[in-house]
Nanobody, 125 residues
Framework: QVHLVESGGGLVQPGGSLRLSCAASGFTFSSVSMSWYRQVLGREPELVAAIFHTQSDANYADSVEGRFTISRDNARNTMYLQMNNLEPEDTAVYYC??????????????????WGQGTQVTVSS
């Protein structure tokens, strides 16, 4: 059974940092491209970062470029999102998601139906 479990969320002050983790099981993690989405209540989910299954490519939304870094450890079946210089606008539930399609750019990527349960990130003073 496929499982994605996020951890690492919490409350942080503006300018602070958090590192999210996604532990994967039930499938061949090294064969699939992965992503982090975030969602604010009442809004559509936003793809913030994606990483190719071989780790040879990574994409970021303009809103997080230069502040967030996506990575993965295929030996540990784990994906990470290092978030630095956090802003109140980064407040959301962050989800680990398997991608069903890797496009030529981040706008072309497509999520699969496989999402984790999410972890809340709150940036506030």
């Amino acid at each position: 059974q496929v499982h994605l479990v996020e951890s690492g969320g919490g409350l942080v002050q503006p300018g602070g940092s958090l590192r999210l983790s996604c532990a994967a099981s039930g499938f061949t993690f090294s064969s699939v491209s992965m992503s982090w989405y975030r969602q604010v209540l009442g809004r559509e989910p936003e793809l913030v970062a994606a990483i190719f299954h071989t780790q040879s490519d990574a994409n970021y939304a303009d809103s997080v470029e230069g502040r967030f870094t996506i990575s993965r450890d295929n030996a540990r079946n784990t994906m990470y999102l290092q978030m630095n210089n956090l802003e109140p606008e980064d407040t959301a539930v962050y989800y680990c998601v398997i991608l069903s399609f890797w496009g030529p750019n981040i706008d072309a990527h497509r999520p699969s139906p496989v999402w984790g349960q999410g972890t809340q990130v709150t940036v506030s003073s």
